[in-house]
């Protein structure tokens, strides 16, 4: 151990040379049960990923990993020891749960979210044959998931090269032989999978109007069972994924034209997810040559271990698939809060009659809103009152093509959100439309502004003097107005938390509005309606 320590000193701690001589010593010069040999590659890997590097040019399990490759080939006993527990996890281990971790099942989005959080709280009692298992137990976290997938190509090929010298030392074949059947099943039941989801109802809607022979969804198992019964070849199935995601693409055009649920975007979510397996398999089954193979399998390896890490986050998959939910939502928000941007002169009168209108409709509601009040009566019925004073003259606004100033930063909101999230590459030509963008918003936000403030002020006093005419007094006495000039007063009432408050409330009745706009589209109440 201390020559081993002398000949590698400068990559890791001495302490950590020696850790690893005992961990090789220690291997079973004979062929290990298969619990010894899974034993074996989780104390490699726990070797690995324990302890720092001296070396801060890579990860420092990818220098580990490299010592590791060096030792082996400069003693022939513990490559052979390790190649035969390599060889006994593959040869008697299960590799189907390992090669499909990750792919969620075509349940649908709730069920898969309470089974993840039954996994996560209970415990789980994994066959002892199951890779998969072994993998989360070598690769336990996502940070071993990113490092893996930073590994060299050539250093994992020379790791490869190594066990399969120390499986021919011994008269055995290469260690991981027994996962090529493996692979080619796991090919042939994912594409399975894939096109049943891609046929489903609420997915061909949304696709190209092809027959179904010629769906690529329908072809691609085809080709898969091809290949699996050594008749096809790799190069048409990859064609035929890229047809698929051709096809899903059109799919994520047409939500907008149907309609979004979190049903449909989990299919397209585990579609894209099943697709991306079926390349990195094949990249492993098809590839030119033993070190080409031994890089893309690496590369699965990372894959299969962040996918069994994130197996158990309900968290990760709700973000993941309320993602593009969330965004159409606001999308149809969006596309509300675009008719309250003015780009021209004609536009910006309009903006303004618009916003006298909508003041002459608030003047209106104001005084409803004070007889009410006056009215005494008990509090529900008053807040039942009051709910539908606002709530009609916020639909005769729309009714009426009216603009109300203090609606219309919650829709332009998402329109601005919209022109910064294209804007993110920082082109020039983008930057001066988003200026272009923010310019008309506030003028535009103005002109409802001054239409709105200036109405209602008319309004006051012509109603005022309406009322003086017909009973002799103002509308509000000196006590009224006075104590209504208090209540907004910005230092000493809480004006100031109710103007934030009424902001939030109408970002969220904008929110609802593009929900209730995407359920509309999704369930086709329009054509249902001129149909019926």
């Not at 907004?488 to 934030?500: K, N, R, V």
Request: proline residues 5%.
């Amino acid at each position: 151990a201390e020559s081993l320590a002398a000949r590698h000193a400068g990559r890791v701690k001495p302490r950590d040379v020696r850790a690893l001589h005992r961990l090789l010593s220690a291997l079973p010069a004979q062929a290990p049960s298969l619990e010894a040999a899974m034993r074996a590659l989780e104390a490699a890997a726990r070797w690995l990923r324990a302890g720092s590097a001296l070396i801060e040019t890579e990860p420092a399990p990818i220098v580990r990993l490299r010592l590791l490759v060096e030792v082996l080939d400069e003693v022939p006993v513990w490559r052979r020891a390790l190649a035969a527990a390599v060889a006994r996890a593959c040869a008697e281990g299960d590799a189907l749960p390992a090669l499909e971790a990750g792919l969620p099942n075509d349940r649908g989005l709730w069920p898969e979210s309470a089974d993840r959080l039954s996994r996560r709280l209970l415990p789980s009692a994994d066959s002892a044959r199951d890779l998969g298992a072994l993998v989360s137990r070598m690769f336990p976290t996502l940070r071993d998931a990113v490092w893996l997938g930073f590994v060299p190509d050539a250093l994992a090929a020379s790791l490869v090269r190594l066990l399969d010298d120390g499986a021919r030392g011994v008269g055995a074949p290469p260690p991981f032989a027994p996962l090529g059947p493996a692979t080619l099943d796991v090919i042939a039941l994912v594409a399975t999978r894939t096109s049943a989801l891609g046929l489903s109802r609420e997915i061909r809607a949304r696709s190209p109007e092809v027959s179904l022979a010629a769906s690529p969804f329908f072809l691609l198992p085809r080709l898969c069972d091809a290949l699996f019964s050594g008749i096809g070849s790799a190069g048409a199935c990859r064609d035929q994924i890229s047809a698929c995601r051709d096809a899903l693409e059109i799919v994520r055009a047409h939500l907008e034209e149907f309609g979004v649920s979190v049903d449909v975007v989990y299919r397209i979510e585990v579609i894209a997810k099943n697709l991306d397996r079926l390349r990195d398999l094949l990249a492993v089954s098809d590839a030119a040559d033993a070190d080409a193979r031994a890089a893309a399998a690496f590369h699965v390896v990372a894959q299969i271990a962040a996918a069994r890490v994130r197996d158990r986050s309900v968290r990760d998959m709700l973000s993941t698939n309320l993602h593009l939910l969330a965004r159409k939502v606001i999308e149809h928000a969006g596309e509300t809060g675009e008719h309250y941007i003015t780009t021209t002169r004609k536009q910006w009168w309009k903006m303004l009659g618009s916003g006298a209108g909508g003041g002459l409709v608030t003047g209106a509601t104001i005084v409803i809103k004070y007889m009410v009040l006056w009215g005494h009566f008990a509090l529900f019925i008053e807040g039942t009152f009051a709910s539908l004073n606002y709530a009609l003259s916020f639909l005769l606004m729309q009714l009426c093509g009216f603009t109300l100033a203090t609606k219309q930063p919650s829709m332009i909101a998402a329109a601005l959100a919209g022109s910064l999230h294209g804007s993110g590459d920082k082109e020039q030509g983008q930057l001066d439309d988003l200026v272009t963008l923010i310019q008309r918003i506030c003028r535009s936000q103005l002109g409802a502004a001054i239409g709105n403030v200036g109405m209602v002020a008319a309004t006051a006093l012509l109603y005022n003097l309406v009322h003086i005419r017909m009973h002799g007094a103002p509308f509000l006495d000196q006590h009224a107005a006075e104590h209504t000039l208090q209540s907004f007063d910005p230092l000493h009432s809480g004006t100031i938390f109710f103007a934030a408050l009424t902001g939030v409330l109408l970002w969220l009745s904008s929110l609802g509005a593009g929900w209730l706009e995407n359920w509309v589209t999704y369930r086709r109440l329009p054509e249902a309606i001129a149909n019926h």
